[in-house]
C-alpha cells in the first residue's frame, strides 16, 4: 500500500514567520505535489516535482517555495507566512501510468495550518 | 479561472438509490478524468478514472460516463450507502500539461438511511 505521511496535522504560526511542512511517500514515486484545499475552491495545485531538485510553478506559487533533495521527500515553504495562507494542505505523489502519463495520485491525510 | 467546474456543492439522497454527480470541464486538451472520495480529516482516495477514448467505465457500484462533445462527465452510484457519504471531486489532466491534475470545487455527498 502507497504511504504519503505529512510531519503535522494541525499547525498553528504567528504573521511573519518562516513555516515548512513536509511531506515524505515510501513508494519511490517519481512525481509529489503540494495542494491547498479551500472551501468553494476545491485542491489547487502550488508546486509539483518530476524529480530530484526538480521543481514547477503550479497555479498558485505566490509565498511558497518548495524543496527536494530526497526522491521520497518533498518540502513546502511558506518563507513569511500571512493569514491568507491559513488552509488545508495536501501533499500527494504519483509515477507514471500505463497511459504514458501521471497515474492516480496518492494523497497524505493533510495538514490543516492557521496563521494568526 | 477554474477549468472544472463541480456546480452542485452538495446532494442529499436517500440510501439505496441512486446518486449522480455532475462535472462539467472547459479545456478540449483534458484526456483523463478522476473522481477522487475524501472523508473528514483524511487525504482524497482515488476512486475511478476514464481516458478519453472512452465513453464509460465501470467499477462495481462506481459509473463513470464521459461526453467529450458536451465537456461532461457524470459518476454514479448505485445503490448508494451511507459509506459513501463524503465529499467527491472531479479532476481531469492533459498530456501536454505535465500531467498535472485540476481539481473541481467538489460535491459533498450525504446518504440518507
Known amino acids: 500500500d502507497v504511504k504519503v505521511t505529512q510531519s503535522s496535522r494541525y499547525l498553528v504560526k504567528r504573521t511573519g514567520e518562516k513555516v515548512f511542512l513536509e511531506c515524505v511517500q515510501d513508494?519511490?514515486?517519481?512525481?509529489m505535489f503540494w495542494y491547498r484545499q479551500d472551501p468553494g475552491l476545491g485542491l489547487r495545485l502550488i508546486y509539483f516535482?518530476?524529480?530530484?531538485?526538480?521543481?514547477e510553478k503550479g497555479d498558485i506559487p505566490e509565498g511558497y517555495s518548495v524543496s527536494r533533495e530526497k526522491k521520497e521527500r518533498f518540502s513546502l515553504i511558506l518563507e513569511s507566512a500571512s493569514t491568507n495562507q491559513t488552509s488545508m494542505y495536501l501533499c500527494?505523489?504519483?509515477?507514471?501510468?500505463?497511459?504514458?502519463?501521471?497515474?492516480?495520485?496518492?494523497f497524505g491525510p493533510g495538514t490543516r495550518l492557521t496563521v494568526l | 479561472d477554474q477549468q472544472v467546474k463541480q456546480n452542485s456543492p452538495s446532494l442529499s439522497v436517500q440510501e439505496g438509490r441512486i446518486s449522480i454527480l455532475n462535472c462539467d470541464y472547459t479545456?478540449?486538451?483534458?484526456?483523463?478524468f478522476l473522481w477522487y472520495k475524501k472523508y473528514p480529516a483524511e487525504g482524497p482516495t482515488f476512486l475511478i478514472s476514464?481516458?478519453?477514448?472512452?465513453d464509460k467505465n465501470e467499477d462495481g457500484r462506481f459509473t463513470v460516463f464521459l461526453n467529450k462533445s458536451a465537456k461532461h462527465l457524470s459518476l454514479h452510484i448505485v445503490p448508494s450507502q451511507p459509506g459513501d457519504s463524503a465529499v467527491y471531486f472531479c479532476?481531469?489532466?492533459?498530456?501536454?500539461?505535465?500531467?498535472?491534475?485540476?481539481f473541481g470545487a467538489g460535491t459533498t455527498v450525504t446518504v440518507r438511511a
Open positions: 513508494m519511490d514515486h517519481e512525481n
Open positions: 479545456n478540449s486538451m483534458f484526456d483523463y
Open positions: 476514464i481516458s478519453s477514448i472512452k
Open positions: 479532476a481531469a489532466s492533459a498530456l501536454s500539461n505535465d500531467y498535472k491534475l485540476s
Open positions: 516535482s518530476y524529480d530530484v531538485k526538480m521543481k
Open positions: 500527494a505523489s504519483c509515477t507514471y501510468g500505463s497511459q504514458g502519463g501521471a497515474d492516480t495520485q496518492y
